[in-house]
């Protein structure tokens, strides 16, 4: 049994509620509360990797938590899991859809269709696909031009990791725990060699991916 006073300095989720949390908001071993009516009860966070579960009056808490020490929490609800990404609206540090190797300006316009808007300057040349929410800069307007930078802001896209654009910040980094912050409206999700991809975020969530490549 819980006081109103335990409650009100608690965290409690709903039932069917599913919440993530920023590192070091919640600590090893304290109570989270799930209120699945009639009953309130409570799952402790685990320590980092670690799962906690608990049961009462046909209601059930789950409660993860990821290395970094963000947490993920469901009450009487499922926790989310891993997401799979969904191909061509995949974006790594490496480019987009086609992951491994150079991304090309035919290889591009083949999967996502017409061009929205083209753009030449001195030494490259950006494009757009609007329908897709993607933006592309490639070493020149011609078809052999590989990709060195790509803008994505539709919600169909997502990270390597499952990391989509509309996600809270928390989840962010419960889902890609090695996330490195870079500013205040940047988190880099991945880094290889000179090749890195950023999430910039606006009012808590993802906005956009930006990969550049070199």
């Known amino acids: ?20 949390f920023m590192p070091g908001v919640l ?3 304290q ?19 670690g799962t906690d579960w608990a049961w009462k009056g046909g209601g059930r808490m789950s409660i993860q938590r990821a290395p970094n020490g963000a ?3 469901a009450c009487n609800a499922e926790l989310a899991g891993p997401r799979i990404p969904t191909m061509p609206y995949v974006i790594g540090q490496n480019g987009v859809a086609l992951i491994r ?5 035919s290889q591009l316009e083949k999967r996502y269709g ?3 808007s083209t753009q030449a300057t001195a030494g490259t040349c950006t494009v757009a696909w609007q329908r897709a929410g993607l933006q592309a800069t490639f070493t020149s307007c011609g078809a052999d031009a590989v990709l060195v930078r790509a803008t994505v802001t539709s919600t169909r896209w997502s990270s390597l990791t499952g990391v989509r654009i509309g996600d809270p910040v928390a989840r962010v980094l419960f889902e890609a725990p090695y996330t490195k912050r870079l500013g205040a409206n940047r988190w880099r999700l991945a880094m290889s060699h000179r090749h890195s991809l950023v999430a910039e975020i606006s009012q808590g969530r993802v906005a956009r991916f930006v990969a550049t490549l070199g």
Not at 10 to 20: I, K, M, P, R, T
Not at 101 to 105: K, P, R
């Open 114 to 116: 017409r061009l929205t």
């Open 71 to 73: 947490v993920e929490a």
């Open 1 to 20: 049994m819980f006081t109103l006073a335990a409650l009100a300095a608690s965290v409690v989720l709903q039932a069917g509620q599913v919440q993530w």
């Open 27 to 29: 600590q090893p071993g």
């Open 101 to 105: 190797g150079a991304n090309h300006f």
């Open 31 to 49: 109570k989270v509360l799930c209120s699945v009516a009639p009953h309130v009860f409570a799952g402790r966070v685990p320590a980092a990797g």
